[in-house]
């Protein structure tokens, strides 16, 4: 999930180069429909949202037993300490700053989807400004 337009664009662009579907939504109402709709193998998720911040819209993907073992990435401009806390808190697995790296984006998606895209598995990441993934 994202809620910058352009860097929503971007992240699909390099997520789909290293093989994965994108499912893009802007905002925590998308984000919550489409991770219950489509499963996703995992989620980007913005920490500042236009309706719902990234840290309230993991905490209700992680209460929903149709979501709640998505693994959801932050990431996020924030550097803060204290926003680190409280996305572990809520059962992000890991914090991204942005701008992240096509190197790092790739490292972060096959550790949390166990691998390379198979072609016989073919759901898609979700992002969501938050964004996800899937392969």
Do not use: H
């Not at 994108?22 to 949202?49: H, Q, T, W, Y």
């Not at 309230?56 to 929903?64: F, H, W």
């Not at 697995?93 to 949390?112: A, C, G, N, R, W």
């Amino acid at each position: 999930m994202e809620d910058n337009k352009d860097s929503l664009e971007i992240l699909g662009l390099r997520v789909t180069a290293i093989g994965y579907q994108v499912i893009k939504a802007r905002n925590s109402k998308e984000a919550i429909a489409f991770a219950e709709a489509e499963g996703p193998d995992l989620i980007f998720m913005d920490m500042e949202l236009p309706d719902a911040g990234g840290v309230k819209t993991t905490a209700i993907l992680k209460q929903n037993p149709k979501t709640s073992r998505i693994p959801v990435v932050a990431l996020t401009a924030w550097m803060s300490e204290l926003w680190r806390e409280k996305a572990s808190k809520v059962g992000i697995v890991s914090y991204l700053l942005k701008p992240v790296s096509p190197q790092t984006l790739k490292q972060t998606i096959e550790k949390f989807t166990n691998g390379s895209p198979s072609p016989a598995d073919n759901r898609p990441l979700e992002f969501s400004s938050p964004y996800w993934i899937g392969n």
